[in-house]
């Protein structure tokens, strides 16, 4: 008796969040064509099954479903429609998931591009950092054609356990736009409740675990609050990538007319630390910058 035929997907974009995510799809029985250039992930992965193609381009010839999860819009646009993208080898009814932040206007630019070619890009960007992407239990929030999404939904369950269509293309990086901002500015509350706790000379861990009990609870407070109070900021989430992502927000509020201020500055924090060398630690790292900012 013949076995099950595997699900195939292409993935390009194996960073801190890309890899795990690729690992788990191969655990779950998905065949995985890859793209990546670091020596050391190619051989990790093929070490376990997945299947590495050299040229990205030619990964839309062995798969009609393909996951992008790349740095920024332009990453996106050159891997997806670029002179040498995958849409030269697009075969019909083809879906590209992009799991990326990038922005709303130039996801639906990819989209508009895959459309003419019969295919569909779903944004489906996620929130969870590193250790929601080894566990699959990230959040994930989709944009685009619906029947599209349905027709992938497997896919995106074996990586996430909280799946969110927001609806039409674009609404997904929208979303992720809206968890950005609120995350950044919870890091910023929590550095301002630290600074009040040992100003009173009051153990900060105490009020945290005290704050987790009631209506403050969240997993910023749980996780970026204890990252803040130890100064342990080894990066789950980097914070070039949260500053890139808030850069985007403030684009898509500028577009609408909209001035917020709590945005413009906790961007203006991210900015001073990224000037002083902080890019690659994890985002709470803030704290170190706005912490001098109270006296």
Sequence with gaps: MKSAKKNKVGFIGLGIMGKPMVINLIKNDIEVYFYARKKRIIDEISKIGGKFIPDPSDISKFTKVILTNLPNTKD????????????????????????????????????????????????????????????????????????????????????????????????????????????????????????????????????????????????????????????DYKPGFKLSLHHKDLKIAKNLIKNMGLNLKGLNQVEKAMNRAEREGLSEFDSSVIHTILEKTYK
């Excluded at 019969?118 to 929601?132: H, N, R, T």
């Excluded at 929590?190 to 209506?215: C, F, H, Q, V, W």
């Design 76 to 231: 996106v646009e050159n891997i997806v429609i670029g002179k040498n993208g995958i849409i030269n080898n697009l075969q019909i009814g083809s879906i590209v998931i992009d799991m990326s932040t990038i922005s709303p206007e130039g996801t639906r630019y990819i989209n508009d591009k895959l459309r003419a070619r019969k295919s569909y890009l779903v944004d489906a960007p996620v929130s969870g950092g590193e250790a929601g992407a080894k566990s699959g239990e990230l959040s994930i929030m989709v944009g685009g054609d619906k029947s599209a999404y349905l027709k992938v939904k497997f896919i995106l369950s074996i990586l996430g356990s909280k799946i969110t269509y927001i609806g039409k293309s674009g609404s997904g990086q929208v979303c992720k736009a809206c968890n950005q901002i609120l995350v950044a500015q919870t890091i910023q509350s929590i550095s301002e409740i630290i600074t009040i706790a040992k100003k009173s000379d009051i153990n900060p861990m105490i009020i945290r675990e005290a704050l987790l009990a009631g209506y403050a609870n969240s997993k910023i407070l749980e996780v970026h609050g204890k990252r803040m109070i130890t100064s």
